[in-house]
């Protein structure tokens, strides 16, 4: 796990730790030194810490006058023995809505298990964006954390599955991907071809 670092290649369009706005704006990074861990794993330093034990992040992009965010996720999503979810709202989402943000987009290629518990988080982040016309939107889950998010209900406030899987996003710039979600969600895209 030590080797795979956050998508870099939207560095030159933005850096969270060089956004004022961002829940980590100044914040400095090693290329060489080794700290941070999932349980007996090494990640990468590049990833943000912001209080799970298990789950770690990197905001890949925000636009605030289009009002959404991409996120990078890595690790496992433990609500039930470590409540990520109240960590990611309380530390990352509730500063970016703040912000005005209220379109999220989060890859989850590298999120190896999910463990549900309450849907309460959920359920309030979907309450503080849905009257913007926010949304959520999870790409290139696993299938088997696809499946135990539906087994919790989530679908009520998340998008993910098959129409979101697969889209290449990485060799789109942001917006596009941005754009190409906005597709599925409002229905312009169902089969993706490339």
């Known amino acids: 796990m030590h080797d795979i670092e956050p998508h870099f290649n939207w560095r030159d369009h933005y850096t969270s730790a060089e956004d004022e706005r961002s829940p980590f704006f100044g914040r400095q990074y090693s290329e060489f030194q080794f700290s941070q861990k999932i349980y007996n794993y090494y990640i990468h330093p590049q990833w943000d810490n912001?209080?799970?034990?298990?789950?770690?992040?990197?905001?890949?992009?925000?636009?605030?006058d289009n009002h959404f965010a991409i996120i990078e996720l890595i690790g496992e999503w433990n609500d039930c023995l470590h409540n990520d979810i109240r960590f990611l709202k309380r530390e990352v989402i509730d500063l970016l809505i703040e912000q005005d943000i209220h379109k999220f987009v989060l890859m989850t290629e590298n999120v190896l298990n999910f463990h549900s518990g309450d849907d309460d988080y959920y359920e309030e982040w979907w309450d503080d964006i849905s009257e913007e016309g926010g949304w959520i939107v999870l790409l290139d889950s696993l299938q088997h954390v696809i499946e135990e998010m539906q087994t919790a209900r989530l679908q009520h406030y998340i998008n993910f599955g098959t129409a979101f899987n697969d889209i290449g996003w990485r060799k789109h710039k942001p917006l596009a991907v941005f754009k190409l979600v906005e597709k599925i969600l409002n229905g312009e895209v169902k089969q993706l071809t490339y």
């Open 50 to 64: 912001f209080g799970s034990s298990t789950l770690y992040l990197k905001i890949l992009f925000a636009d605030y």
